[in-house]
Protein backbone atom coordinates (compact mmCIF):
# COMPACT_ATOMS: atom_id res chain seq x y z
CA UNK A 1 0.00 0.00 0.00
CA UNK A 2 1.67 3.24 -1.22
CA UNK A 3 1.65 5.95 1.58
CA UNK A 4 2.79 8.61 -0.59
CA UNK A 5 0.73 9.66 -3.71
CA UNK A 6 2.13 10.66 -7.33
CA UNK A 7 2.10 13.99 -6.42
CA UNK A 8 4.84 13.05 -3.37
CA UNK A 9 1.96 13.68 -0.65
CA UNK A 10 1.79 11.32 2.32
CA UNK A 11 -1.78 9.91 2.27
CA UNK A 12 -1.24 7.65 5.27
CA UNK A 13 1.95 6.85 7.69
CA UNK A 14 2.35 3.57 7.59
CA UNK A 15 5.92 3.21 7.87
CA UNK A 16 9.34 5.93 7.87
CA UNK A 17 11.03 2.94 5.33
CA UNK A 18 11.81 5.03 2.12
CA UNK A 19 10.60 8.39 3.52
CA UNK A 20 12.54 10.69 2.15
CA UNK A 21 15.24 13.08 4.64
CA UNK A 22 13.37 15.71 3.23
CA UNK A 23 10.25 14.30 4.19
CA UNK A 24 11.29 13.36 7.29
CA UNK A 25 13.01 16.64 8.46
CA UNK A 26 9.64 18.71 7.11
CA UNK A 27 7.90 16.69 9.46
CA UNK A 28 10.49 17.00 12.48
CA UNK A 29 10.91 20.52 11.84
CA UNK A 30 6.99 21.17 12.01
CA UNK A 31 7.24 18.95 15.39
CA UNK A 32 9.36 21.64 16.40
CA UNK A 33 7.50 24.65 15.47
CA UNK A 34 4.47 22.88 17.32
CA UNK A 35 6.70 22.19 20.14
CA UNK A 36 7.66 26.28 19.91
CA UNK A 37 3.77 27.46 20.17
CA UNK A 38 2.46 27.54 16.76
CA UNK A 39 -0.17 25.46 16.54
CA UNK A 40 -3.28 26.38 15.11
CA UNK A 41 -6.84 24.95 16.85
CA UNK A 42 -8.61 25.17 13.21
CA UNK A 43 -6.23 22.90 11.33
CA UNK A 44 -8.57 20.27 11.97
CA UNK A 45 -11.39 21.69 12.91
CA UNK A 46 -14.58 19.52 11.50
CA UNK A 47 -12.84 16.59 11.17
CA UNK A 48 -12.99 13.48 13.17
CA UNK A 49 -9.96 10.77 13.82
CA UNK A 50 -10.75 8.12 15.72
CA UNK A 51 -8.06 6.09 18.06
CA UNK A 52 -8.61 2.65 16.61
CA UNK A 53 -6.70 0.20 19.19
CA UNK A 54 -6.23 -3.44 19.08
CA UNK A 55 -3.63 -3.65 21.67
CA UNK A 56 -3.03 -1.77 25.17
CA UNK A 57 -1.64 1.67 24.84
CA UNK A 58 -0.76 4.88 27.22
CA UNK A 59 1.63 6.98 25.55
CA UNK A 60 0.45 6.63 22.16
CA UNK A 61 -3.60 6.55 22.13
CA UNK A 62 -3.31 9.75 24.83
CA UNK A 63 -0.79 11.56 22.70
CA UNK A 64 -2.86 11.30 19.60
CA UNK A 65 -5.78 12.01 21.18
CA UNK A 66 -4.27 15.52 22.90
CA UNK A 67 -2.33 16.21 19.19
CA UNK A 68 -5.95 16.04 17.54
CA UNK A 69 -7.73 17.80 19.79
CA UNK A 70 -5.24 20.76 19.76
CA UNK A 71 -5.88 20.85 16.29
CA UNK A 72 -8.92 20.98 16.54
CA UNK A 73 -10.29 17.95 15.45
CA UNK A 74 -13.23 15.76 16.83
CA UNK A 75 -11.79 12.83 18.86
CA UNK A 76 -13.51 9.36 19.16
CA UNK A 77 -11.99 6.95 21.18
CA UNK A 78 -12.21 2.96 20.44
CA UNK A 79 -11.98 0.21 22.88
CA UNK A 80 -11.24 -3.40 21.35
CA UNK A 81 -12.29 -4.82 24.84
CA UNK A 82 -15.70 -3.40 25.08
CA UNK A 83 -16.40 -3.31 21.29
CA UNK A 84 -18.23 -5.79 18.92
CA UNK A 85 -14.86 -7.49 17.57
CA UNK A 86 -15.43 -9.33 21.12
CA UNK A 87 -18.38 -10.47 19.08
CA UNK A 88 -16.04 -11.01 16.07
CA UNK A 89 -16.33 -8.21 14.00
CA UNK A 90 -13.33 -7.77 11.98
CA UNK A 91 -11.35 -4.84 11.87
CA UNK A 92 -12.05 -3.88 8.28
CA UNK A 93 -15.75 -4.06 9.09
CA UNK A 94 -14.94 -1.66 12.30
CA UNK A 95 -13.57 0.45 10.59
CA UNK A 96 -15.99 0.90 7.41
CA UNK A 97 -18.76 1.53 9.99
CA UNK A 98 -16.50 4.01 12.03
CA UNK A 99 -16.01 5.92 8.47
CA UNK A 100 -19.91 5.68 7.82
CA UNK A 101 -20.01 8.08 10.76
CA UNK A 102 -18.01 10.74 8.75
CA UNK A 103 -14.72 9.82 10.29
CA UNK A 104 -11.60 10.58 8.45
CA UNK A 105 -8.79 9.79 10.25
CA UNK A 106 -7.32 6.63 12.17
CA UNK A 107 -4.90 5.51 14.27
CA UNK A 108 -4.47 2.19 14.46
CA UNK A 109 -2.41 -0.24 16.70
CA UNK A 110 -2.62 -3.81 15.78
CA UNK A 111 -0.79 -7.18 16.74
CA UNK A 112 -0.48 -8.03 13.48
CA UNK A 113 2.67 -7.05 10.98
CA UNK A 114 1.28 -5.13 8.06
CA UNK A 115 -2.46 -5.13 8.98
CA UNK A 116 -2.38 -1.09 8.98
CA UNK A 117 -1.74 -1.44 5.26
CA UNK A 118 -4.05 -3.95 5.07
CA UNK A 119 -6.89 -1.51 6.53
CA UNK A 120 -5.12 1.47 4.38
CA UNK A 121 -5.65 -0.60 0.79
CA UNK A 122 -9.53 -0.83 1.53
CA UNK A 123 -10.06 2.58 3.17
CA UNK A 124 -12.44 4.79 1.26
CA UNK A 125 -10.52 7.65 -0.98
CA UNK A 126 -9.62 10.45 1.33
CA UNK A 127 -9.17 8.51 4.55
CA UNK A 128 -5.94 8.44 6.32
CA UNK A 129 -4.47 5.51 8.04
CA UNK A 130 -1.83 6.29 10.63
CA UNK A 131 0.06 3.19 12.32
CA UNK A 132 0.20 3.66 15.98
CA UNK A 133 2.47 0.22 16.05
CA UNK A 134 1.48 -3.11 14.01
CA UNK A 135 3.21 -6.08 15.26
CA UNK A 136 6.94 -5.65 15.46
CA UNK A 137 6.82 -4.08 11.68
CA UNK A 138 6.43 -0.32 12.34
CA UNK A 139 5.99 2.40 14.72
CA UNK A 140 6.47 5.56 12.67
CA UNK A 141 5.51 8.08 15.22
CA UNK A 142 8.15 7.01 17.96
CA UNK A 143 10.72 6.77 15.28
CA UNK A 144 9.97 10.30 14.84
CA UNK A 145 9.73 11.52 18.25
CA UNK A 146 12.97 9.78 19.22
CA UNK A 147 14.31 11.43 16.14
CA UNK A 148 12.99 14.76 17.37
CA UNK A 149 14.46 14.19 20.98
CA UNK A 150 17.95 13.07 19.32
CA UNK A 151 18.27 16.30 17.50
CA UNK A 152 17.31 18.53 20.45
CA UNK A 153 19.87 17.03 22.48
CA UNK A 154 22.50 16.59 19.80
CA UNK A 155 21.95 18.90 16.78
CA UNK A 156 20.56 18.55 13.38
CA UNK A 157 23.85 16.88 12.40
CA UNK A 158 23.97 13.24 12.70
CA UNK A 159 26.95 12.29 10.63
CA UNK A 160 28.76 12.39 13.66
CA UNK A 161 26.15 10.68 16.63
CA UNK A 162 27.00 7.15 18.04
CA UNK A 163 23.92 5.77 18.74
CA UNK A 164 23.51 2.30 20.35
CA UNK A 165 19.84 0.54 20.46
CA UNK A 166 19.83 -2.47 23.29
CA UNK A 167 17.50 -4.91 23.81
CA UNK A 168 14.52 -7.25 21.91
CA UNK A 169 15.30 -5.47 18.48
CA UNK A 170 14.07 -8.97 16.87
CA UNK A 171 10.45 -8.06 18.40
CA UNK A 172 10.73 -4.29 18.04
CA UNK A 173 8.67 -2.26 15.97
CA UNK A 174 10.25 0.86 17.44
CA UNK A 175 13.77 -0.22 16.99
CA UNK A 176 12.78 -0.88 13.05
CA UNK A 177 11.51 2.64 12.44
CA UNK A 178 14.56 3.97 14.78
CA UNK A 179 16.74 2.21 12.20
CA UNK A 180 14.85 3.56 9.18
CA UNK A 181 14.55 6.62 10.74
CA UNK A 182 18.77 7.05 11.92
CA UNK A 183 19.76 5.38 8.38
CA UNK A 184 17.30 8.15 6.60
CA UNK A 185 19.11 11.08 8.81
CA UNK A 186 22.68 9.63 8.03
CA UNK A 187 23.91 9.05 11.60
CA UNK A 188 27.15 8.44 11.89
CA UNK A 189 27.29 4.83 13.79
CA UNK A 190 24.59 2.86 14.81
CA UNK A 191 25.69 -0.19 17.23
CA UNK A 192 22.75 -2.68 18.38
CA UNK A 193 23.27 -4.55 21.02
CA UNK A 194 21.41 -7.59 22.82
CA UNK A 195 21.09 -11.47 23.50
CA UNK A 196 21.60 -13.49 20.37
CA UNK A 197 17.73 -14.68 21.00
CA UNK A 198 16.53 -10.94 20.82
CA UNK A 199 18.23 -10.03 17.85
CA UNK A 200 16.71 -10.59 14.02
CA UNK A 201 18.77 -12.62 11.27
CA UNK A 202 17.44 -10.68 8.89
CA UNK A 203 18.51 -8.05 6.89
CA UNK A 204 16.92 -5.74 9.76
CA UNK A 205 20.57 -5.02 11.01
CA UNK A 206 22.31 -4.46 7.55
CA UNK A 207 25.03 -1.56 8.55
CA UNK A 208 24.84 -1.73 11.98
CA UNK A 209 27.56 -2.86 14.25
CA UNK A 210 26.34 -5.76 16.28
CA UNK A 211 27.21 -7.12 19.41
CA UNK A 212 26.29 -8.99 22.54
CA UNK A 213 28.76 -7.19 24.57
CA UNK A 214 26.76 -4.88 26.13
CA UNK A 215 30.01 -2.55 27.85
CA UNK A 216 31.78 -3.02 24.82
CA UNK A 217 28.98 -1.52 22.68
CA UNK A 218 28.65 1.11 25.26
CA UNK A 219 32.44 2.66 24.76
CA UNK A 220 31.62 6.33 23.59
CA UNK A 221 28.35 6.10 22.16
CA UNK A 222 26.06 9.33 22.12
CA UNK A 223 22.57 7.91 22.75
CA UNK A 224 21.51 4.95 24.42
CA UNK A 225 18.23 3.73 23.42
CA UNK A 226 16.66 1.43 25.94
CA UNK A 227 14.23 -1.21 24.24
CA UNK A 228 11.49 -2.78 26.80
CA UNK A 229 11.79 -6.40 27.64
CA UNK A 230 8.68 -8.17 26.50
CA UNK A 231 8.55 -10.39 29.09
CA UNK A 232 6.56 -12.95 27.22
CA UNK A 233 9.94 -13.49 25.60
CA UNK A 234 10.83 -15.85 29.33
CA UNK A 235 7.77 -17.67 28.90
CA UNK A 236 8.95 -18.15 24.84
CA UNK A 237 12.57 -19.60 26.43
CA UNK A 238 14.12 -16.68 24.82
CA UNK A 239 15.64 -15.27 28.22
CA UNK A 240 16.67 -17.14 30.95
CA UNK A 241 15.33 -15.11 34.08
CA UNK A 242 14.66 -11.35 34.56
CA UNK A 243 17.61 -11.20 36.86
CA UNK A 244 20.24 -12.49 34.17
CA UNK A 245 19.09 -9.84 31.89
CA UNK A 246 19.88 -7.43 33.72
CA UNK A 247 22.73 -8.68 35.00
CA UNK A 248 23.57 -8.71 30.99
CA UNK A 249 21.80 -5.84 29.61
CA UNK A 250 20.44 -3.74 32.32
CA UNK A 251 21.27 -0.26 31.79
CA UNK A 252 23.00 0.81 35.55
CA UNK A 253 24.67 4.20 36.05
CA UNK A 254 28.21 2.36 36.15
CA UNK A 255 27.58 1.23 33.04
CA UNK A 256 26.36 4.39 31.63
CA UNK A 257 29.87 5.90 32.25
CA UNK A 258 31.09 4.07 29.59
CA UNK A 259 29.69 6.26 26.85
CA UNK A 260 30.11 9.74 26.05
CA UNK A 261 30.05 12.28 29.14
CA UNK A 262 26.99 14.04 28.03
CA UNK A 263 25.42 11.25 26.26
CA UNK A 264 21.47 10.58 26.72
CA UNK A 265 19.32 8.14 27.33
CA UNK A 266 16.06 7.04 25.73
CA UNK A 267 13.20 4.42 26.22
CA UNK A 268 10.26 4.34 24.42
CA UNK A 269 8.22 2.93 27.32
CA UNK A 270 6.26 1.72 29.21
CA UNK A 271 10.13 0.66 31.36
CA UNK A 272 10.60 -2.70 33.28
CA UNK A 273 12.20 0.03 36.00
CA UNK A 274 15.47 -2.96 37.64
CA UNK A 275 15.19 -5.35 34.59
CA UNK A 276 16.34 -3.22 31.40
CA UNK A 277 16.79 -0.22 32.78
CA UNK A 278 17.72 1.02 36.63
CA UNK A 279 15.68 3.57 38.32
CA UNK A 280 18.90 5.85 38.99
CA UNK A 281 19.27 5.68 35.10
CA UNK A 282 15.42 6.32 34.29
CA UNK A 283 15.25 9.39 36.46
CA UNK A 284 18.75 10.69 36.29
CA UNK A 285 19.78 13.51 34.45
CA UNK A 286 21.24 11.67 31.17
CA UNK A 287 17.70 10.46 30.75
CA UNK A 288 15.34 11.93 28.03
CA UNK A 289 12.50 9.80 28.27
CA UNK A 290 9.94 12.04 29.62
CA UNK A 291 10.64 14.42 26.80
CA UNK A 292 10.28 11.86 24.11
CA UNK A 293 6.63 11.38 25.62
CA UNK A 294 5.88 15.36 25.57
CA UNK A 295 7.74 15.35 22.21
CA UNK A 296 5.17 12.80 20.97
CA UNK A 297 2.09 15.23 20.96
CA UNK A 298 4.18 17.74 18.79
CA UNK A 299 5.21 14.79 16.66
CA UNK A 300 1.59 13.42 16.17
CA UNK A 301 0.05 17.05 15.91
CA UNK A 302 3.03 17.28 12.66
CA UNK A 303 1.87 13.91 10.85
CA UNK A 304 -1.99 14.89 11.56
CA UNK A 305 -1.71 18.05 10.09
CA UNK A 306 0.48 16.67 7.03
CA UNK A 307 -2.22 14.05 6.47
CA UNK A 308 -5.40 15.94 7.18
CA UNK A 309 -5.06 19.69 7.69
CA UNK A 310 -6.46 21.98 5.20
CA UNK A 311 -4.09 22.16 2.25
CA UNK A 312 -2.06 18.73 3.53
CA UNK A 313 1.75 18.58 3.66
N1 LIG B 1 5.89 3.90 23.33
C1 LIG B 1 4.68 3.33 23.24
O1 LIG B 1 4.23 2.90 22.18
O2 LIG B 1 3.97 3.31 24.42
P1 LIG B 1 2.47 2.83 24.55
O3 LIG B 1 2.45 1.34 24.27
O4 LIG B 1 2.06 3.16 25.95
O5 LIG B 1 1.65 3.56 23.53
Known sequence: MPQVDQDGRL??????DGLSPATLTALLDRAQAMLDGIDDRSTLEGVAVCTLFFEPSTRTRLSF????QRLGADVLGFDASTSSTTKGETALDTLRNIE????????VRHAHDGAVAELAASAAPGTALLNAGDGRSAHPTQ???????????K???FRELKVLIVGDVRHS???????HALRALGAGEIRVCGPAALLPEDDTLAGCIVTQDFEAALEHVDAVMMLRLQRER?????????EDYHRDYGLTPQRLRRAAPDAVVLHPGPMNRGVEIDDAVADGPQSLILRQVRNGVAVRMAVLE???GRGGS
Request: aromatic share 2%; net charge positive; glycine share 10%.
Open 143 to 153: GLLDMLTLRQA
Open 11 to 16: RHLLTL
Open 155 to 157: GMD
Open 173 to 179: RVARSDL
Open 306 to 308: ALM
Open 65 to 68: QRAA
Open 100 to 107: AMGVRGFV
Open 234 to 242: MTEGLVDSL
